[in-house]
């Protein structure tokens, strides 16, 4: 694996995209954006998305990262979404809380990463990526910036706290500045989160695909993403997803949904996931 995505636990790729990939990406959230009223939009049933997901570009990428086979875990999603000033770190784990569950198996690498390539310039949107550089290993829990990631957390929402907050950020975090067309790749269990550069929210679109190599990492986030969120259900509503099963083969990245629901340990489930705003996009303030 890439040392330095391996050590840091991310990597960031300037102008990944071109324009016309960008403008693709940016089509699919204005009509999942539109799409609240009518409910006949599903993207993940849309082969402009499948593009993306088998981007030539993407995949040689990702060829260079895995030593082997890697699989697209089903789960992808072009967003625009509202960055609110609450801000803190998550990860996108199924096991969250480190050193609790199989994600934290130390005998087998964690191989599962988010792709996300953002379709708009922090200049223009006011919003950010901010990471904590080592906080996908196990070692992290043992260190200070564990407990002071812990602190912010429970002081998210403490207003009159702020400028402390901002001290642990500037502290133990990195903020990404991104472009239009820029891709950051980070292991899944990186502590990370979308960050609005003002003190009101602020809107981003991104895509964000998910791909994980052979073993059990991949297996538990396909559990995760089908069985326990909103993964199953929106194959559930897909009209083509054959044909799209048959494009993923073709770039070899194909693993089935049709896993068995196991119970995983340590497991976080994100609250208030409304599954109609999974299916069909955002309800924003439009
Ligand atoms: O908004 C961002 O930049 C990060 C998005 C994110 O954390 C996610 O989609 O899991
Ligand atoms: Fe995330």
């Not at 000033?85 to 990860?91: D, E, I, S």
């Not at 199924?94 to 569950?101: A, F, L, V």
């Not at 891709?183 to 895509?207: D, I, M, P, W, Y």
Request: net charge positive; proline share 3%; aromatic share 14%.
């Amino acid at each position: 694996m890439d040392p330095d995505i391996k050590e840091k636990g991310f990597k960031i790729f300037k102008n990944f995209f071109d324009n016309d990939e960008i403008n693709q990406a940016k089509q699919i959230a204005h009509k999942k954006y539109f799409n609240n009223q009518k409910k006949d939009y599903i993207d993940w049933d849309d082969p402009e998305l499948w593009e993306l997901i088998c981007n030539n570009k993407i995949i040689n990428l990702l060829s260079k990262v895995f030593n082997g086979n890697f699989y697209y875990m089903h789960d992808s999603a072009v967003n625009i979404d509202n960055l609110g000033p609450n801000f803190t770190w998550h990860r996108d784990n199924p096991c969250r809380r480190i050193g609790i569950g199989p994600d934290w198996d130390n005998n087998f690498e964690y191989n599962v990463f988010t792709a996300i390539i953002y379709l708009e310039d922090t200049n223009v949107t006011n919003t950010s990526l901010s990471v904590i550089p080592k906080s996908h290993k196990l070692k992290f829990k043992k260190s200070f910036f564990h407990i002071l990631r812990f602190v912010h957390y429970r002081i998210k929402d403490i207003k009159i706290l702020k400028v402390f907050k901002k001290l642990i950020e500037f502290l133990i975090s990195k903020e990404i500045i991104y472009e239009a067309g820029d891709l950051v790749l980070f292991h899944c269990n990186l502590l990370h989160g979308g960050l609005s550069r003002t003190n009101r929210s602020s809107k981003r679109t991104a895509l964000v695909i998910r791909y994980g190599g052979e073993g059990v990492h991949s297996e538990n986030y396909i559990n995760y993403e089908l069985n326990y969120r909103h993964g199953k259900n929106k194959y559930n509503f897909c009209k083509n997803k054959e044909k799209f099963f048959l494009k993923l083969k073709e770039n070899k990245i194909y693993t089935s949904p049709n896993v068995k629901k196991k119970h995983i340990e340590g497991i976080t489930i994100p609250r208030f996931e409304d599954q109609d705003i999974v299916i069909y996009g955002s309800k924003l303030n439009k």
